[in-house]
């Protein structure tokens, strides 16, 4: 069902291997998420004619993974020389589209009746314009004989020229429950302890990213031994869920004291406006409260975040976001105060 990484790999002892290269899927039926955009790639690898693609989707939901799968059904023993895979790490200027990608679109390749060489693109929206102008021509020159297939977070970073030539595949984030499955599945073939703290803390932080949560669900365990919520949050180094629970609990009770001593933990602990800002908007979003409340919480948590991504990140900037996370309950409690002393006036 999982890959056991490449040949040379597999020579090493399984310790060694990264969890996200060891259970890596090799067919694309194994693949997690994204089901009706897996099911067309499926139809694809069945019955050979691949389009040119583009993969568009947040990190870590498989997009690379897919194309890997679909090459390996195209292509079989020949996919190793068949598939060129380039990525962020590697220089892809306008000579490299010129020299490198149309060098192997023109070299001759044994492959099975009716397949195409494949070009994997990784990350191509950090590709130059020039250098995609250059591989809007080699992709039309070369059409017949290989398949140009690009991988990016954002599709409009890719000119329409190349958009107009491809078969748009998205994907989404994974829910939760799907990272779940796999790490319990991975979790038991490793036979590494954990809780179910420790699987709470490991989805909180992946935000449906399954590399995320594999290489915290590594680290972890390789650090401590068993897999916990304290353990996972010392790994990940983001600002505990509970303490931001405290915090918005106290903000909704318009205590500000306690809301604030809370966050000036946090702030002396060493973690980042961003990262508190960040991880508040997650734990507002599903605090059991009411829903005006919720609302005025991820209104000031996002007016705050705006202003952290423009450099506004110092302690007073950050104490001001508990003071008006604060303020709405405190005005409610003050006019209840006040209607209540009318009330008792009255009476008398």
């Known amino acids: 069902m999982f890959s056991g990484g490449d040949a040379g790999a597999e020579a090493q002892p399984p310790s060694e291997l990264p969890w996200l290269e060891k259970y890596r899927p090799i067919e694309v039926k194994d693949i997690v998420g994204n089901e009706e955009t897996v099911a067309r790639l499926g139809i694809i690898a069945q019955e050979g004619n691949m389009p040119n693609i583009i993969l568009s989707g947040p990190p870590g939901t498989g997009k690379t993974t897919s194309v890997l799968c679909v090459s390996r059904q195209l292509l079989g023993a020949a996919w190793r020389d068949a598939v060129l895979e380039l990525n962020a790490s590697d220089d892809r200027g306008i000579d490299v589209v010129r020299n490198r990608i149309k060098g192997f679109a023109q070299k001759k390749v044994t492959l099975p009746p009716g397949r195409h060489k494949i070009v994997i693109l990784d990350e191509a929206d950090s590709m130059t314009t020039g250098a995609q102008q250059a591989l809007r021509r080699t992709m039309e020159i070369h059409s017949g004989t290989t398949r140009f297939a690009l991988a990016c977070n954002i599709s409009n970073k890719i000119i329409e020229p190349i958009q107009s030539r491809c078969a748009v595949l998205r994907y989404t984030k994974l829910s939760d429950e799907q990272v779940l499955k796999r790490l319990l599945t991975v979790l038991k073939l490793e036979a590494t302890p954990y809780d179910d703290s420790g699987l709470d803390a490991l989805i909180f932080t992946a935000e449906g990213d399954m590399r995320q949560a594999l290489n915290n669900a590594q680290a972890t365990a390789a650090g401590f031994g068993k897999i916990t919520s304290e353990n996972v949050m010392k790994v990940c180094d983001q600002p505990h869920p509970l303490l931001l629970k405290q915090l918005i609990d106290a903000a909704l009770d318009g205590d500000f004291d306690g809301a604030h001593n809370v966050f000036a933990q ?3 602990e060493g973690y980042a406006a ?19 409340s919720k609302l005025e919480l991820i209104r000031e948590i996002g007016l705050c975040h705006m202003r952290v991504l423009e450099g506004l990140d110092s302690f007073l900037q950050m104490s001001a976001l508990v003071a008006l996370l604060c303020l709405p309950a405190a005005k409610r409690k003050r006019a209840a105060a006040a209607a209540a002393a009318a009330a008792q006036s009255r009476g008398k």
């Open 274 to 292: 961003i990262d508190v800002v960040g991880s508040l908007f997650r734990i507002a979003k599903y605090h059991e409260c009411t829903e005006e």
């Open 266 to 268: 946090l702030w002396d």
